[in-house]
T-cell receptor, first 112, second 112 residues
Framework: ETGVTQTPRHLVMGMTNKKSLKCEQH?????MYWYKQSAKKPLELMFV???????ENNSVPSRFSPECPNSSHLFLHLHTLQPEDSALYLC???????????FGPGTRLTVL | QKEVEQNSGPLSVPEGAIASLNCTYS??????FFWYRQYSGKSPELIMS????GDKEDGRFTAQLNKASQYVSLLIRDSQPSDSATYLC????????????FGKGTTLSVSS
């Protein structure tokens, strides 16, 4: 256990559905991240939040919408996804944005 | 563009041998370096961090850093089948508030 939890662990959704992924960290960290990892591919950084403000957005499609209501919680809102969005979505946190990151267990997303 | 280069592998070693994983980076301002291990379908877990030139040992793992040559390596002594995983190299940048830069990972296979 790294102190970072993610729910749900598995999600299957249709292309017209709207769903949200949740991440919570119990480490007192100030930075949180969303990554996408497709099968047998490297990590792709999606969003970085530091002190609840978005500081990096790596050209992610607008069908992915992050929300960081406080330093312990991070959401990824999903709508009208495509089958190619099926992947493992990982949340991570760190004390500061440039520090060691600790990952949650991930959400395995399948878009039908 | 700041990059981290790793040989994707697979690197195959017999049980009990030393596995040597290498990583080069382009950002001369990088200060902190990390090795993560990722089992298939799981999230990355931090196994080593190194900040100064030289060697750092932790059990069967030794991280080596050479900032002048811009490389960092991970040696795994007495390799076990349970070490079979993808190993990700990561480093900080010299820009505060910027997330870690991850390599694409090297897949290690230890045969019994």
């Amino acid at each position: 256990e790294t102190g970072v939890t993610q729910t749900p662990r598995h999600l299957v959704m249709g292309m017209t559905n709207k769903k949200s992924l949740k991440c919570e960290q119990h480490l007192g960290h100030n930075a949180m991240y969303w990554y996408k990892q497709s099968a047998k591919k490297p990590l792709e950084l999606m969003f970085v939040y530091s002190l609840e403000e978005r500081v990096e957005n790596n050209s992610v499609p607008s069908r992915f919408s992050p929300e960081c209501p406080n330093s312990s919680h991070l959401f990824l809102h999903l709508h009208t996804l495509q089958p190619e969005d099926s992947a493992l979505y990982l949340c991570a946190s760190s004390q500061k944005a440039e520090d060691t990151q600790y990952f949650g267990p991930g959400t395995r997303l399948t878009v039908l | 563009q700041k990059e981290v280069e790793q040989n994707s592998g697979p690197l195959s070693v017999p049980e009990g041998a030393i596995a040597s994983l290498n990583c080069t980076y382009s950002d001369r301002g990088s200060q902190s370096f990390f090795w993560y291990r990722q089992y298939s379908g799981k999230s990355p877990e931090l196994i080593m961090s190194i900040y100064s030139n030289g060697d750092k040992e932790d059990g069967r793992f030794t991280a080596q850093l050479n900032k002048a040559s811009q490389y960092v390596s991970l040696l795994i002594r007495d390799s076990q089948p349970s070490d079979s995983a993808t190993y990700l190299c990561a480093h900080t940048t010299n820009q505060a508030g910027t997330a870690l830069i991850f390599g694409k990972g090297t897949t290690l296979s230890v045969s019994s």
